[in-house]
């Protein structure tokens, strides 16, 4: 099943966007890496989902949005693109700051989506440790951090195994902007996120790495304690980048927890 | 040609080995290494070798400041310029320069600095500056709005300078309720704006149309002549032409009554060429600091490393001078010709070079140089 790629006018933005797949939609929020596309997971994922995964604005090949400020602008920007796109009420996951997206927009409206799922997402201060600098740190560094054990990746050759083209050069530096724009100060945290978490009561799965180097799993578990409705799954082995590390292991969860029964 | 004197106020105290530890002198380097004991007789030496160059002659005084590194603990130029403005009696206060992106209260900025130009009698030379990655860093304020913050900051500046109060400002980054500052600059319509430049094609052009004056840093002099054709462009935009008096230039010099003492001092330089400036990409230009047009241009400006490169290159490519006062007149001379400037900037202290080389060197150039370089 092929997946196809479109653009979403919101606002004045044209948002490009992976839609594939068949069932309920699923609007998957990528992290500060950019939008990977139709990964393993996904593929799998899409047997029973209609996947949504937009490109944030100013990432990849969407357009720019020098006006935004912070992640809750970009999660107001996407409860417009559910309405625009016709999206219903949509499940919604993110990874990473994708995650913190959904996190924020879920607050803001938990009526208008289904299930969450937070996969190490950003957003909330850790009561121990902090989360990893990604700024401070060159790629190659960085990219060492976010993974428990890169033998273990399947996909790992195909996504990072060749020295990536001028064009992809600069498409990470674009998104690592955005990233800056919207995540600098204060770094990777809202500190007015965890008041409003308590007012979603939608189920939601919270997925970490157990060896996650970049966000610690205390979040993960600040997550679990604040939102109304979650379960808090932690993968062994596994750091920043469930959805890559554990590709299988991960979309089981995801399509396990999409189609379970709704907790009480 | 007019000379100006420049201590970046370093403080170099703690063993080069320990240094070398780290990633970088800048940010990384922990502060357990910074001597409170050595620095207070420093600031002493460094302030009385401000002074000492004023008397000397020099046309003015140059101040900068950066944060979070030895290299420079001078971390207040507007401190220190109210420190000279007082104890200073002819030399122009160079100030190059606050770092207004990083500032969140250009009001306040602009009475500081108009407090220093009233006490100097009118001597201050405000140079604006967008700062290092590191300070970026040392502030926590978002390169991405690097540019945008500067430019905003400058313009509510002037406004505060030039424009009668109480006015109300709500710009994007800045937001003050009442403009009206007790303090406003000696020189009308106010203090003469300058701008460095390492790379930037963006700031020549924006300082030419200005017609603020223009100071490229430690480069290439093709790659400064560049700068200076972006500086024309910007001028010719608003029908202006520019002049030596538009541009100046900025090196490591020093002067010593032998050949040989005047090498051996010169080789302090080194330092801050190299260990100083070492370190990742990062730290001195985090993601989003600069334009794409800002990176292509600085990948072409610096073939080289200044950190890469040996004593003799340094000397042979006019980054450091170093000779008796006839041979720093040649050299400066030649750098005047091949770059059309009418401001030449010298950091003349630097690193571990002594007290007794400084004074000395300032006394040289104070009797021979700077009359020699007065004419032209």
Known sequence: ?264 | MKLYYFSEMPHHEFPDEEGAKYPSLRLDFPNRFFNPEKARANYQRYLDEYEFADRAGFDGLMINEHHSTPSCVNVSVNMTAGILARTTTRAKLLILGNILPIEDNPVRMAEQLAMADLISGGRVLSGFVRGTGVETWWANSNPVHNRERFEECHDLILKAWTTPGPFRWEGRHYHFRHVNPWCVPLQKPHPPIWIPGTASPETAVWAGRRGYTYVPFLVPFDVARELFDYYRQGAAEVGRTAGPDDFGFLICAVTADTKAKALEAGRHFVWRMGPTLRGPVEYFSPVGMRSRAGTQFAMRARPRSLATMSYDELLDGHYIIAGTPDEVIDRFAHVRRELGIGHLLLEAQESRMDHPTTMRSIELMGAKVIPAMATG
């Not at chain 1, 993974?147 to 674009?174: N, S």
């Not at chain 1, 979309?251 to 907790?263: K, N, T």
Request: a neutral charge.
């Open chain 1, 1 to 264: 099943m092929r997946p196809r790629e479109q653009t979403i006018s919101v606002g004045g933005i044209d948002v490009h966007a992976w839609t594939g797949g068949q069932g309920e939609p699923l609007m998957v929020l990528h992290g500060a890496g950019g939008n990977r596309g139709w990964t393993r997971w996904v593929e799998q994922v899409a047997q029973r989902f209609t996947v949504w995964a937009p490109t944030h604005p100013g990432f990849g090949r969407s357009g720019d949005a020098p006006w935004m400020e912070s992640i809750d602008d970009l999660a107001r920007f996407y409860l417009w693109l559910i309405d625009a796109a016709g999206l219903g009420r949509p499940h919604v996951l993110g990874h990473s700051i994708g995650g913190w997206v959904a996190a924020e927009l879920a607050t803001m409206s938990p009526r208008s989506i289904d299930r969450l799922v937070l996969v190490a997402p950003g957003g909330l201060k850790p009561e121990r440790g902090e989360i990893l600098d990604i700024f401070y740190h060159p790629p190659a560094e960085l990219r060492t951090l976010s993974v428990h054990d890169p033998t273990t990746i399947p996909e790992w050759d195909e996504l990072f195994g060749r020295a990536p083209t001028a064009a992809e050069l600069e498409t990470a530096v674009r998104n690592q902007e955005m990233t800056a724009r919207l995540t600098w100060k204060p770094y990777m945290h809202n500190p007015r996120l965890a008041r409003f978490l308590p007012r979603v009561t939608n189920p939601a799965l919270i997925v970490w790495g157990r060896e996650d180097r970049v966000v610690p799993l205390d979040c993960g578990e600040q997550y679990r304690r604040l939102l109304g409705n979650a379960t808090l799954s932690v993968l062994d082995k596994c750091g920043h980048l469930p959805p890559i590390e554990q590709p299988d292991t991960f979309a089981r969860l995801v399509i396990d927890f999409l189609r379970g029964p709704i907790r009480p």
